[in-house]
């Protein structure tokens, strides 16, 4: 829903949310306090019943952001553990392609390169983007026809066969993990409650009795904290796009590593 805020940098789009919901809570005090405010409290109760209102609102409505915040960052861990994981099996394959013979050894490697190559630098600019590449299945299908082609030629290279084979399936496995976070995010029924809620707090606020300087302070803190909280979960939403999100930094030291080997 809030796709458009991957495109700035976070700083600046969690300061734009803040003092947006801070504006339009002062707007709000300023406009309706001469005529509606005024209205509402010419009896003394009133103020009581509004803060009871708004006490008793914050409280589901603190919860439903509470949970939104905790299952988008588990989200975004759980995605952060695929890629660890999926450069866990690249090094492992790697070190069980050193096993076979040449010249299979080498192509092996080679196409695995080719695939973190291709992974590291277009993959990525396009997960961020939100878009899922494709361009990764031709690369890793390559290697998995050298595997299916080779035919152990003693005890020890079927072990590093069997061994290579199930790494390779582990690795397919959690790169499709992977693909399948790249649009993952919160249903759009919930963006649309959290919007109605907030809105809804900040009518609350306006409808409070209070010295200017009191209410908007009051409010404006209010406003701010509900805006960055709204902010921090729609920056985990997407695990993979914008400047908070999970980078192939493992990807990229297990690349390293091979490099400086040979």
């Known amino acids: 829903m809030f796709y458009w805020i991957y495109d700035y940098p976070t700083w600046s789009m969690g300061a734009l949310f803040a003092a947006v919901f801070v504006a339009v809570t002062w707007l709000g005090i300023f406009v309706l306090r001469p005529t509606v405010v005024s209205w509402i409290h010419s009896r003394r109760p009133a103020n009581d019943i509004v803060g009871l209102g708004l006490s008793s609102f914050s409280v589901p409505f603190g919860l439903l952001l509470g949970l939104l915040a905790v299952a988008s960052y588990q989200n975004f861990s759980t995605v952060s553990d695929l890629v660890d994981?999926?450069?866990s099996c690249l090094a492992a394959l790697h070190r069980d392609f050193t096993g076979y013979p040449e010249p299979v050894r080498t192509q092996l490697q080679d196409r695995l390169g080719e695939y973190v190559r291709f992974t590291?630098?277009?993959a990525w600019p396009q997960q961020r983007r939100g878009i899922v590449p494709q361009g990764g299945s031709?690369?890793?299908n390559a290697v998995?026809?050298?595997l299916s082609r080779f035919e152990p030629a003693s005890k020890g290279q079927e072990i590093i066969h069997a061994e290579a084979l199930r790494q390779f399936t582990l690795l397919?496995?959690?790169r499709r993990s992977r693909l399948a976070n790249v649009t993952t995010g919160l249903p759009a029924v919930l963006w649309w409650i959290v919007t109605f809620g907030a809105l809804v707090n900040i009518t609350l606020i306006?409808?409070?009795d209070a010295e200017i300087s009191v209410h908007m302070i009051v409010g404006g803190v209010l406003a701010a904290f509900l805006?960055?909280?709204?902010?921090?979960i729609a920056a985990l939403d997407n695990p993979f796009r914008g400047e908070l999100s999970v980078g192939p930094d493992s990807i990229a030291a297990v690349y390293?590593?091979?490099t400086k080997v040979h």
């Open 138 to 140: 031709q690369r890793i």
């Open 172 to 174: 397919v496995e959690t």
């Open 227 to 232: 805006g960055v909280v709204i902010f921090l």
């Open 206 to 208: 306006w409808l409070l």
């Open 85 to 87: 994981r999926e450069a």
């Open 256 to 258: 390293d590593n091979w």
């Open 144 to 146: 998995f026809d050298i």
């Open 120 to 122: 590291i630098e277009e």
